[in-house]
């Protein structure tokens, strides 16, 4: 007989005031979150998997290599949790949300989310949940950094970690990106009104910018070479090139599916990421790590390069770090699923 698994897509309500680390005060906060499978008896199955920038808590929609039947965390043994991150379009506190002070959506004036305020709200909720330790936490890029302020703030909640394609401090680098994704989206006529979709096309251009540091010259070299079948044919003052529509193409996708004013706060997080503010130094954070941790780069990745993993497992003790092969860049943490996985059973099979 078929074993029914089970999936929830829940609201958490918090409704006591938390103070952010800007030391603005908010009210109360909800979380959306999704859950794949059953809390054992022991309670220690709890896999947490922190997503990215644009993701959502629907972790086996968007990491289905991973996450899911007869996968490395399958629901039938494991208590998956995915929360949607605070700022996000899909589902938590964000920017179209009423501010209780004015009685209208924030929009420009949404308070600065920093990641380790993000866990913070993630505390709440885990004690909600009545979770005490949890055997995996696990992500990828922006879900790394949470990952890792996590197991800073808390170092004996978290059995194993398994950061991937991440760092323990945003470089001036990364920093320079998302600025200028921002600033794509201030330039939008649009951005300075009051209005839910302000920003719209501000924000495919921004989505244009990413993906040049989420891939790289080797992989648009192999898959958007030449024209646009559409137009290849034509004149060649007519032609468009396949990197071009390619472009035009991913834009317009997380157009229609986010929001800017998610996307601008969501990067202003993730340029606040910095293990080692109020610690001493980045190293003395890393040092209060107690998980086992596995920590996975890219070697194509220039969005966080492959030095930024050797550093971290240089300062995490006894971490054990791999540095895989992609033509893929940083999207390989979502795509090379495989060589992932085969890591994960390795680092999890029991040592003799």
């Given at each position: 007989?078929?074993?029914?698994?089970?999936?929830?897509?829940?609201?958490?309500?918090?409704?006591?005031?938390?103070?952010?680390?800007?030391?603005?005060?908010?009210?109360?906060?909800?979380?959306?979150?999704?859950?794949?499978?059953?809390?054992?008896?022991?309670?220690?199955?709890?896999?947490?998997?922190?997503?990215?920038?644009?993701?959502?808590?629907?972790?086996?929609?968007?990491?289905?290599?991973?996450?899911?039947?007869?996968?490395?965390?399958?629901?039938?043994?494991?208590?998956?949790?995915?929360?949607?991150?605070?700022?996000?379009?899909y589902g938590s506190t964000y920017p179209l949300d009423?501010?209780?002070?004015?009685?209208?959506?924030?929009?420009?004036?949404?308070?600065?989310?920093?990641?380790?305020?993000?866990?913070?709200?993630?505390?709440?909720?885990?004690?909600?949940?009545?979770?005490?330790k949890i055997w995996i936490g696990i992500g990828g890029s922006m879900g790394g950094m949470q990952l890792l302020e996590w197991a800073i703030m808390e170092p004996d909640r978290f059995e194993n970690i398994i950061p991937i394609g991440t760092n323990a401090r945003h470089s001036p680098w990364g920093i320079a990106l998302n600025a200028s994704q921002r600033m794509a989206i201030e330039s939008d006529c649009t951005w300075s009104s009051?209005?839910?979709?302000?920003?719209?096309?501000?924000?495919?251009?921004a989505r244009s910018i990413a993906l040049l540091s989420y891939?790289?010259?080797?992989?648009?070299?192999?898959?958007?070479?030449?024209?646009?079948?559409?137009?290849?044919?034509?004149?060649?003052?007519?032609?468009?090139?396949?990197?071009?529509?390619?472009?035009?193409?991913?834009?317009?996708?997380?157009?229609?599916?986010?929001?800017a004013f998610s996307y601008h706060s969501l990067s202003r997080s993730m340029d606040s990421h910095n293990v080692g503010r109020n610690r001493g130094s980045v190293e003395q954070a890393l040092g209060l790590i107690n998980a086992r941790t596995l920590i996975i780069g890219i070697f194509t990745d220039i969005l966080f390069p492959p030095d930024e993993q050797l550093y971290l497992a240089e300062h995490i003790k006894d971490a054990e770090v791999h540095i895989i092969n992609s033509m893929y860049g940083h999207d390989g943490f979502l795509l090379e699923f495989d060589t992932i996985e085969k890591l994960i059973a390795r680092f999890l099979t029991p040592k003799n």
């Open positions: 007989m078929e074993q029914t698994i089970q999936v929830d897509q829940l609201i958490y309500q918090h409704s006591d005031p938390i103070t952010l680390e800007s030391g603005v005060v908010l009210p109360g906060f909800h979380l959306q979150y999704t859950t794949y499978g059953t809390l054992n008896a022991a309670k220690d199955n709890v896999v947490w998997v922190f997503h990215a920038l644009t993701a959502s808590s629907e972790a086996a929609d968007w990491w289905p290599g991973l996450v899911g039947d007869n996968k490395i965390f399958d629901p039938k043994e494991h208590f998956i949790i995915c929360v949607n991150m605070p700022g996000s379009h009423t501010d209780p002070n004015t009685g209208e959506p924030y929009y420009h004036e949404f308070p600065l989310f920093t990641l380790r305020d993000m866990i913070s709200t993630y505390q709440h909720l885990r004690a909600h949940l009545d979770i005490d009051k209005s839910a979709d302000a920003g719209y096309n501000g924000m495919k251009v891939r790289d010259y080797t992989a648009y070299n192999k898959t958007q070479q030449g024209f646009s079948p559409e137009t290849a044919d034509k004149q060649i003052d007519s032609q468009i090139f396949r990197a071009e529509t390619y472009q035009r193409y991913q834009g317009e996708k997380l157009a229609r599916r986010f929001n």
